[in-house]
Protein backbone atom coordinates (compact mmCIF):
# COMPACT_ATOMS: atom_id res chain seq x y z
CA UNK A 1 0.00 0.00 0.00
CA UNK A 2 1.53 3.15 -1.04
CA UNK A 3 -0.15 6.75 0.53
CA UNK A 4 0.66 10.03 -0.41
CA UNK A 5 -0.30 12.30 2.99
CA UNK A 6 -1.60 15.97 1.21
CA UNK A 7 -2.54 18.92 3.29
CA UNK A 8 -1.65 21.86 4.35
CA UNK A 9 1.49 22.96 7.24
CA UNK A 10 0.01 21.78 10.29
CA UNK A 11 -3.15 19.59 9.32
CA UNK A 12 -1.96 16.63 10.74
CA UNK A 13 -0.17 14.74 7.82
CA UNK A 14 2.55 13.65 10.52
CA UNK A 15 -0.02 12.84 13.12
CA UNK A 16 -1.98 10.48 10.82
CA UNK A 17 0.68 9.42 9.39
CA UNK A 18 2.78 7.84 12.34
CA UNK A 19 -0.81 6.29 12.89
CA UNK A 20 -1.27 4.69 9.95
CA UNK A 21 2.08 3.81 10.40
CA UNK A 22 1.83 1.61 13.47
CA UNK A 23 -1.54 0.15 12.49
CA UNK A 24 -0.57 -1.16 8.71
CA UNK A 25 3.15 -1.83 9.51
CA UNK A 26 4.52 0.67 6.87
CA UNK A 27 7.07 3.17 7.23
CA UNK A 28 6.14 7.07 6.97
CA UNK A 29 8.90 8.70 5.27
CA UNK A 30 8.63 12.28 6.44
CA UNK A 31 10.96 14.56 4.10
CA UNK A 32 10.44 17.35 7.10
CA UNK A 33 11.68 14.76 9.58
CA UNK A 34 14.63 14.10 7.20
CA UNK A 35 15.66 17.40 6.85
CA UNK A 36 15.49 18.39 10.03
CA UNK A 37 18.02 15.14 11.36
CA UNK A 38 20.05 16.73 8.59
CA UNK A 39 20.26 19.93 10.42
CA UNK A 40 20.85 18.51 13.77
CA UNK A 41 23.72 16.30 12.60
CA UNK A 42 25.02 19.39 10.82
CA UNK A 43 25.39 17.25 7.69
CA UNK A 44 25.91 19.12 3.96
CA UNK A 45 22.62 18.77 2.93
CA UNK A 46 20.78 20.01 6.19
CA UNK A 47 23.17 23.19 5.79
CA UNK A 48 21.27 23.85 2.45
CA UNK A 49 18.27 23.08 3.45
CA UNK A 50 18.09 25.26 6.55
CA UNK A 51 18.36 28.62 5.06
CA UNK A 52 14.98 27.63 2.84
CA UNK A 53 13.32 26.19 5.58
CA UNK A 54 13.97 29.22 8.41
CA UNK A 55 12.27 31.46 5.52
CA UNK A 56 9.23 29.06 5.13
CA UNK A 57 10.18 28.13 1.82
CA UNK A 58 10.71 25.26 -0.20
CA UNK A 59 13.58 23.33 0.03
CA UNK A 60 15.03 22.61 -3.93
CA UNK A 61 13.62 19.47 -5.93
CA UNK A 62 16.68 18.89 -7.20
CA UNK A 63 18.02 18.65 -2.94
CA UNK A 64 15.16 16.38 -2.40
CA UNK A 65 14.30 14.07 -4.93
CA UNK A 66 17.13 11.90 -4.99
CA UNK A 67 16.98 11.97 -1.02
CA UNK A 68 13.46 10.04 -1.52
CA UNK A 69 13.97 8.12 -4.11
CA UNK A 70 16.82 6.33 -2.67
CA UNK A 71 15.10 6.02 0.38
CA UNK A 72 11.73 4.47 -1.33
CA UNK A 73 14.34 1.74 -2.41
CA UNK A 74 15.32 0.39 1.01
CA UNK A 75 14.15 -3.13 2.18
CA UNK A 76 11.41 -1.91 4.87
CA UNK A 77 9.41 -0.54 1.78
CA UNK A 78 8.82 -3.42 0.08
CA UNK A 79 4.89 -3.44 1.40
CA UNK A 80 4.77 -0.09 1.05
CA UNK A 81 5.27 3.33 2.45
CA UNK A 82 3.76 6.71 3.69
CA UNK A 83 5.33 9.75 2.53
CA UNK A 84 4.34 12.75 4.10
CA UNK A 85 5.18 15.71 3.50
CA UNK A 86 6.37 14.71 -0.38
CA UNK A 87 5.59 15.27 -3.45
CA UNK A 88 4.72 18.85 -3.02
CA UNK A 89 5.75 20.59 -6.22
CA UNK A 90 3.99 19.68 -9.49
CA UNK A 91 8.05 18.57 -10.35
CA UNK A 92 8.36 16.34 -7.11
CA UNK A 93 4.91 14.37 -8.05
CA UNK A 94 6.02 13.59 -12.00
CA UNK A 95 9.31 12.60 -11.02
CA UNK A 96 7.45 10.04 -8.47
CA UNK A 97 5.30 9.08 -10.86
CA UNK A 98 8.00 8.47 -13.04
CA UNK A 99 10.23 6.38 -10.45
CA UNK A 100 7.66 4.13 -9.91
CA UNK A 101 6.36 3.16 -13.35
CA UNK A 102 9.46 1.98 -14.09
CA UNK A 103 8.98 -0.54 -11.29
CA UNK A 104 5.30 -1.08 -12.89
CA UNK A 105 3.54 0.24 -9.92
CA UNK A 106 1.70 3.60 -8.60
CA UNK A 107 0.23 5.65 -5.55
CA UNK A 108 -2.56 3.56 -4.38
CA UNK A 109 -3.85 6.63 -2.00
CA UNK A 110 -3.23 10.43 -2.26
CA UNK A 111 -5.27 11.68 1.27
CA UNK A 112 -5.63 15.02 1.72
CA UNK A 113 -6.40 16.33 5.19
CA UNK A 114 -8.26 19.26 4.75
CA UNK A 115 -7.72 22.26 7.54
CA UNK A 116 -9.16 26.04 6.97
CA UNK A 117 -5.95 28.54 7.07
CA UNK A 118 -7.68 30.05 10.32
CA UNK A 119 -7.39 26.88 12.59
CA UNK A 120 -3.45 26.12 11.29
CA UNK A 121 -1.77 28.84 12.45
CA UNK A 122 -3.70 28.25 16.14
CA UNK A 123 -2.37 25.18 15.81
CA UNK A 124 1.14 25.53 15.23
CA UNK A 125 1.74 27.85 18.05
CA UNK A 126 0.99 24.71 20.50
CA UNK A 127 2.79 21.86 18.69
CA UNK A 128 5.73 20.24 20.07
CA UNK A 129 8.03 17.87 18.62
CA UNK A 130 10.22 15.08 19.87
CA UNK A 131 14.04 15.84 18.39
CA UNK A 132 14.34 12.16 19.77
CA UNK A 133 11.74 10.20 17.51
CA UNK A 134 9.98 12.34 15.70
CA UNK A 135 6.54 12.06 17.34
CA UNK A 136 4.30 15.10 17.59
CA UNK A 137 2.25 16.74 20.44
CA UNK A 138 0.36 19.87 21.07
CA UNK A 139 -0.01 21.50 24.84
CA UNK A 140 -4.10 21.68 23.99
CA UNK A 141 -5.33 19.17 21.70
CA UNK A 142 -2.45 15.64 22.67
CA UNK A 143 -0.42 16.72 25.46
CA UNK A 144 2.30 14.14 26.38
CA UNK A 145 2.20 12.37 29.84
CA UNK A 146 4.20 14.43 31.71
CA UNK A 147 5.17 17.88 31.06
CA UNK A 148 7.43 18.68 27.83
CA UNK A 149 9.07 15.04 27.80
CA UNK A 150 8.19 12.67 24.85
CA UNK A 151 6.32 9.83 25.93
CA UNK A 152 7.38 7.52 23.16
CA UNK A 153 11.62 8.23 24.15
CA UNK A 154 11.78 10.38 27.13
CA UNK A 155 13.52 13.59 25.27
CA UNK A 156 12.80 16.73 25.80
CA UNK A 157 10.67 18.49 23.78
CA UNK A 158 10.95 21.37 21.16
CA UNK A 159 8.93 24.15 19.60
CA UNK A 160 10.19 23.90 15.69
CA UNK A 161 12.00 27.01 14.39
CA UNK A 162 9.51 26.95 11.39
CA UNK A 163 6.50 27.45 13.65
CA UNK A 164 6.78 31.30 14.55
CA UNK A 165 3.95 32.70 12.98
CA UNK A 166 5.08 35.20 10.10
CA UNK A 167 6.80 31.17 9.47
CA UNK A 168 3.84 29.82 9.36
CA UNK A 169 2.10 32.36 6.95
CA UNK A 170 4.52 32.26 4.24
CA UNK A 171 4.49 28.20 4.95
CA UNK A 172 0.69 28.56 4.04
CA UNK A 173 1.05 30.61 1.00
CA UNK A 174 3.71 28.56 -0.46
CA UNK A 175 1.36 26.03 -0.03
CA UNK A 176 -1.34 27.34 -1.74
CA UNK A 177 0.74 27.72 -4.66
CA UNK A 178 2.69 25.01 -5.08
CA UNK A 179 1.24 22.22 -3.30
CA UNK A 180 -2.24 22.53 -3.77
CA UNK A 181 -2.26 22.13 -7.38
CA UNK A 182 -1.56 18.00 -6.44
CA UNK A 183 -4.82 17.21 -5.57
CA UNK A 184 -6.02 18.02 -9.06
CA UNK A 185 -2.83 16.02 -10.40
CA UNK A 186 -3.96 12.53 -8.25
CA UNK A 187 -7.63 13.29 -9.04
CA UNK A 188 -6.55 13.04 -12.65
CA UNK A 189 -4.94 10.17 -11.41
CA UNK A 190 -7.64 8.39 -9.78
CA UNK A 191 -6.50 7.91 -6.35
CA UNK A 192 -7.37 11.13 -5.02
CA UNK A 193 -9.52 11.41 -1.15
CA UNK A 194 -9.86 13.86 1.54
CA UNK A 195 -10.75 13.85 4.93
CA UNK A 196 -11.97 16.65 7.59
CA UNK A 197 -8.92 17.32 9.43
CA UNK A 198 -10.80 19.59 11.52
CA UNK A 199 -12.06 16.60 14.09
CA UNK A 200 -10.35 15.08 16.95
CA UNK A 201 -7.40 13.09 15.41
CA UNK A 202 -8.80 9.54 16.43
CA UNK A 203 -12.15 10.50 14.31
CA UNK A 204 -9.96 11.85 11.65
CA UNK A 205 -7.67 8.34 11.48
CA UNK A 206 -10.91 6.24 11.48
CA UNK A 207 -11.79 8.11 7.89
CA UNK A 208 -8.75 7.16 7.00
CA UNK A 209 -8.94 3.81 7.32
CA UNK A 210 -12.47 3.47 5.95
CA UNK A 211 -10.72 4.94 2.54
CA UNK A 212 -8.04 2.09 2.78
CA UNK A 213 -9.28 -0.91 2.59
P1 LIG B 1 7.26 19.48 6.98
O1 LIG B 1 8.00 18.99 8.15
O2 LIG B 1 6.68 18.53 6.04
O3 LIG B 1 6.19 20.51 7.50
P2 LIG B 1 4.72 20.89 6.93
O4 LIG B 1 4.24 20.35 5.67
O5 LIG B 1 4.73 22.36 7.00
O6 LIG B 1 3.79 20.19 7.88
P3 LIG B 1 3.94 20.04 9.38
O7 LIG B 1 4.89 18.96 9.71
O8 LIG B 1 4.21 21.40 9.94
O9 LIG B 1 2.47 19.66 9.78
P4 LIG B 1 1.71 18.26 9.72
O10 LIG B 1 0.66 18.33 8.66
O11 LIG B 1 2.64 17.12 9.71
O12 LIG B 1 0.93 18.37 11.11
P5 LIG B 1 1.21 17.65 12.52
O13 LIG B 1 0.74 16.24 12.44
O14 LIG B 1 2.55 17.96 13.03
O15 LIG B 1 8.22 20.46 6.17
C1 LIG B 1 8.96 21.48 6.80
C2 LIG B 1 9.81 22.21 5.78
O16 LIG B 1 10.73 21.29 5.16
C3 LIG B 1 9.03 22.83 4.60
O17 LIG B 1 8.54 24.10 4.91
C4 LIG B 1 10.12 22.83 3.52
O18 LIG B 1 11.00 23.90 3.71
C5 LIG B 1 10.88 21.55 3.79
N1 LIG B 1 10.38 20.39 3.01
C6 LIG B 1 9.85 19.24 3.52
N2 LIG B 1 9.49 18.40 2.54
C7 LIG B 1 9.81 19.03 1.36
C8 LIG B 1 9.65 18.69 -0.02
N3 LIG B 1 9.10 17.53 -0.40
N4 LIG B 1 10.08 19.59 -0.93
C9 LIG B 1 10.62 20.76 -0.57
N5 LIG B 1 10.79 21.15 0.71
C10 LIG B 1 10.37 20.29 1.67
O19 LIG B 1 0.11 18.46 13.39
C11 LIG B 1 0.28 19.83 13.68
C12 LIG B 1 -0.16 20.11 15.14
O20 LIG B 1 -1.56 19.94 15.26
C13 LIG B 1 0.46 19.16 16.16
O21 LIG B 1 0.72 19.87 17.35
C14 LIG B 1 -0.62 18.09 16.38
O22 LIG B 1 -0.54 17.50 17.66
C15 LIG B 1 -1.90 18.90 16.19
N6 LIG B 1 -2.98 18.13 15.58
C16 LIG B 1 -2.88 17.17 14.61
N7 LIG B 1 -4.10 16.68 14.27
C17 LIG B 1 -4.99 17.37 15.04
C18 LIG B 1 -6.42 17.33 15.17
N8 LIG B 1 -7.16 16.49 14.41
N9 LIG B 1 -7.01 18.17 16.06
C19 LIG B 1 -6.25 19.01 16.82
N10 LIG B 1 -4.90 19.09 16.76
C20 LIG B 1 -4.28 18.28 15.88
MG1 LIG C 1 4.77 16.95 9.66
ZN1 LIG D 1 10.53 10.87 21.31
Redesign the pocket.
Given at each position: MKIV?L???????????RMISEKYGIPQI????I??ANIRNQTELGQK?KS??DQ??????EL?LDL?VDRLAQDDCSNGYIL??????IP?AEALTFALKSQKTKIDYAID?EVPDDNIVQ??S????CPGCGA???IR??PPVSDNICDECGTELIQ?E??KAETVQK?LD??HKKTQPLIEYYREQGCMYSVD?????E??FEDICKILK
Open positions: MGAPGAGKGTQASTGDFRAYMGLLVPDTVDGFPRTQVRMGRRATYHYNRDDRVYGTRPMDV
